[in-house]
Every structure is written in structure tokens, then in C-alpha cells.
């Protein structure tokens, strides 16, 4: 088991977790882009946006709900944040393990 998410899932690297469920595990990211910055990670080992299959559907929906719910809790909902998903090589995925980033605190740049 190589894989970064994976081994923060089953409590071999430690990392500041913010939610846990059966499905989904939310984390502050190690090295911030934003004052908030979060991941929510599905526990199932999924490559990419690109390898998710129509079953994975609800648990992206779960995701989403879990992120909002975050960001009403670290203050930024009424503010603005923003979800984002990187996929592949040059969207700058570094991490070959599905994961939303919830970014928010300041006025975020614009984005490509
Ligand atoms: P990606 O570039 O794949 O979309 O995002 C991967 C994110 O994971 C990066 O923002 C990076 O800072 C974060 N990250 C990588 N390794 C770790 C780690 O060991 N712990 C935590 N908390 N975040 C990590
Ligand atoms: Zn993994």
C-alpha cells in the first residue's frame, strides 16, 4: 500500500482529520493554498475523476455534501469557497487517490 491517501485513511501518517464516516475521511491539506484547506478523500482507493464508474456517483454526491457541511464549519460559506478536483497530469493531480479540495479564507485567484 503506497498510496499517500490510502495510508492517512488507515492511520499510518498522521494528518488533522476534520469528518470521518463509513464512506469518506476529511483532512487538512498538508501544505495550504488557501487559509482553509481541505480534502475529503473517499475511503475506496478510486485513481481519478476519469477511473470513477456510475456506481462511485453518490458517493461524489456524499463528497460534496460533506464539503459543504465543512465549510459552513470552518466560517467560509457565506463568503465563498471553492470545490475543485484535479485530474491527470496536467490539471497538476499529484496524489493518484480521488480527493475534492475545499479551498476558502481569502479571495482566491482565478483559476487555469
Ligand atoms: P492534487 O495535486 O493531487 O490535486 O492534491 C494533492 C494534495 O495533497 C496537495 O494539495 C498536497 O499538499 C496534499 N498532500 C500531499 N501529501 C499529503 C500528506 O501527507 N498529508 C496531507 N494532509 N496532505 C497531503
Ligand atoms: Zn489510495
Redesign the pocket.
Known sequence: MDC??CQ?IAGK?P??ILYRDEEVIA???????APV?L?IVPKKHILSLAHLSQTDLPLVEHMINVANQLAREEGVSENGYRL???CGRE??????HL?L?LLGGQRLSRMG
Open positions: 499517500i491517501f492517512i501518517i494528518s488533522e483532512f487538512r491539506d498538508i501544505n495550504p493554498a484547506h480534502l475543485v478536483i484535479n490539471a497538476g493531480q499529484e496524489v493518484p480527493h479540495h
